[in-house]
Each structure stands twice: as C-alpha cells, then as structure tokens.
Nanobody
Framework: QVTLVESGGGSVQAGGSLRLSCSVS????????LAWFRQAPGKEREGVGG???????GYRDSVKGRFTISRDSAKNTLYLQMNSLKPEDTAMYYC???????????????????????WGQGTQVTVSS
C-alpha cells in the first residue's frame, strides 16, 4: 500500500519561493516513479515534474529553470523547490506515484496523469501579483 502526504503549500508574492514536501510510504517498486501535478480551478490536472529512483527528472516547459524536483530515499520524501513563482503557478499541487512496471521504454510515464495510480490529498499554492 502506498500513502502520500503533501505539505509546504501557502501564499506568496510573485517572485517568491516555496518548497513542497511529500512524505512517501510504500515499497521500493511501488514508489519507483514519483511526480508533482497541479490543478487550477476549471483546468485540467497537469504534470509539473517527475523523478525516478535513479534521479532522472522531467519537467513541463513552463517551470523549467524555476522548479526543481528531488527525492530523499533515506527520508522517504519527495520535494519540489519552486523559485521565481508567478501568479499562473497558483493551483492545488499533488504528489503522485506509480510503480516500476508502468515504465515505458525504461522511463517513468510522466506527465501522463492516467498512469499514476497513487495520489496525495494536495496542498494549495497561491501566488499573488
């Protein structure tokens, strides 16, 4: 069984920073692929960044150079460091996981949200201009 619990959301002015954390519980293979997704009101849930156990990462274009995804396996924690935040980054942010066996050609299926079968409850990020 996999459990994901996010924390670290809040309100910040444009240009500011936040670091989200996700406490991850589950076995090695079930939590092989981790990712952050976000969903703004009235919009589709979209992938922000993904990471596998080897540390390989992927990002959506609009956050490249501003956001960094990382994982600390010893602490069973996933992070999202968000810098230079913009009002359009305002959304509910979700931590997600999928297993080793859902990889495609050796890569985690990010940003395909349908391939991630474990989700946290979300943490709100609000960026004001």
């Amino acid at each position: 069984q996999v459990t994901l619990v996010e924390s670290g959301g809040g309100s910040v002015q444009a240009g500011g920073s936040l670091r989200l954390s996700c406490s991850v519980s589950g076995d090695f293979y079930s939590t092989y692929c981790l990712a952050w997704f976000r969903q703004a009101p009235g919009k589709e849930r979209e992938g922000v960044g993904g990471i596998d156990r080897g540390g390989s990462t992927g990002y959506r274009d609009s956050v490249k150079g501003r956001f960094t995804i990382s994982r600390d396996s010893a602490k069973n924690t996933l992070y999202l460091q968000m810098n230079s935040l913009k009002p359009e980054d305002t959304a509910m942010y979700y931590c997600a996981a999928t297993s080793y066996w859902t990889r495609r050609n050796g890569y985690c299926p990010f940003p395909d949200k349908g391939a991630y079968n474990y989700w946290g409850q979300g943490t709100q990020v609000t960026v004001s201009s």
